[in-house]
């Protein structure tokens, strides 16, 4: 893997090269050819991009072989968060998640002045999802399903999502935000393109920003049956998808064979890093996001944790007080982690 460092400039830590691990990054660079795609497309930004977006709209019905009827583009998956709950959603509704889940929930409910309804996630930091069929009232509007789950980075099988929306009623939509979804190695893992398919009032959310490497570049897309995305299309920011964005999501799509060998690669560091955590004594939940979680339980513990990793060069995410975040970085990032944790009392 390369040598990619980010995390405080060196100027701050004289000796120690820092990584950082606190935001759920791809460490690799962007292909070459994504870059030389993007840089060629950079030449054109004196003019507006397509406002829509049809090649990339194109790669991706093809890459998923579904129309392109059921595809909204946006500006990053936390976009399409905020379309969804500002479309269906008011001041009188209520948004039903986990918690811990992924904190662009709370604000778009905020900004759309419904009310979050946060179902606490399981001891081992699963989805408690006979709760949250629980938690449905006559004024939900709709549910997110965050698998996996960013933070705690456990996912549902697909037999415990079908039992789940079998008991959601159609006037609810339900948002699989799948952020993480192509890191997930388990037995029946969620097939999105299945799961929304045949069903009016679900929608699956994915990202450029993960496993595709493209964060900076913010890119995501909902797949969704055809009302619902047109619902998103029409609710998108106008140009909210830049000319550099879309040409780099065409490219990473026409070498999405190489960035998912990646992804493979990634998923092999992070068993490297489970079965380390796990070897140290810790007890960490299953991890099939491209980061591992730390139930802590208090403020403090949260803090000395990250005070630790920063100490040893590493920014970590402490999400006090139920816990800490570390993404699963460069391979030296990560041996490095999988030390400091053996060291830690
Ligand atoms: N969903 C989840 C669960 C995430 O963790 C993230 C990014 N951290 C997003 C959506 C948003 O991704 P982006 O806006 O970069 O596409």
């Known amino acids: 893997m390369p040598a990619y460092v980010a995390g405080k400039p060196p ?18 660079p962007p292909l070459d050819g994504v870059v030389e795609v993007a840089a060629e497309a950079a030449r054109r930004v004196n003019r507006y991009p397509d406002a829509g977006s049809a090649e990339l709209y194109e790669a991706l019905s093809a890459s998923y072989q579904v129309p392109v009827e059921e595809v909204a583009l946006s500006t990053g998956a936390v976009a399409l968060i905020f379309q969804l709950v500002s479309a269906y959603t008011g001041p009188d509704d209520e948004v039903v998640f986990a918690w811990r889940s992924f904190e662009a929930y709370p604000i778009a409910v905020l900004a759309a002045g419904a009310t979050a309804v946060k179902v606490p996630v ?30 705690t980075g456990t996912s549902v099988t697909q037999t415990e999502l079908d039992a789940f929306l079998a008991k959601v009623p159609e ?5 699989v935000d799948e952020a993480y979804a192509e890191f997930v190695r388990m037995d029946d893992a969620v097939d999105g393109v299945a799961t929304y398919r045949g069903r009016s009032n679900v929608v699956v959310l994915r990202t450029f920003s993960k496993a595709y490497g493209l964060a900076g570049f913010r890119v995501g897309y909902a797949l969704a049956p055809a009302p619902i995305a047109a619902t998103l299309r029409a609710m998108a920011l106008p140009f909210g998808v830049n000319v550099v964005a879309q040409a780099a999501g065409v490219a990473s799509l026409e070498r999405q ?23 140290a004594g810790w007890d960490i939940p299953d991890a099939q996001g491209n980061f591992v979680w730390f139930a802590l339980g208090s403020e403090d513990r949260c803090a000395e944790f990250a005070a630790a990793a920063d100490e040893a060069g590493l920014m970590v995410r402490p999400y006090a007080p139920e816990g800490v975040r570390v993404s699963i970085g460069e391979v030296e990032a990560n041996t490095r982690f999988i030390e400091l944790l053996a060291s830690l009392p």
Do not use: Q, W
Request: proline share 5%.
């Open 257 to 279: 064979a190489e960035l998912l060998a990646r992804v493979d690669d990634l998923t092999v560091e992070r068993a490297r890093v489970v079965e380390g955590v796990r070897a």
């Open 171 to 175: 006037h609810v939509l339900v948002v």
């Open 11 to 28: 100027a701050e830590r004289p000796g120690l090269v820092t990584y950082k691990l606190s935001s759920n990054e791809n460490p690799y």
């Open 122 to 151: 399981t001891a081992d930091g699963r989805h408690d999802l006979d709760a949250m069929a629980d938690a449905i009232t006559e004024r939900t509007k709709v549910v997110f399903v965050c698998t996996p789950n960013n933070p």
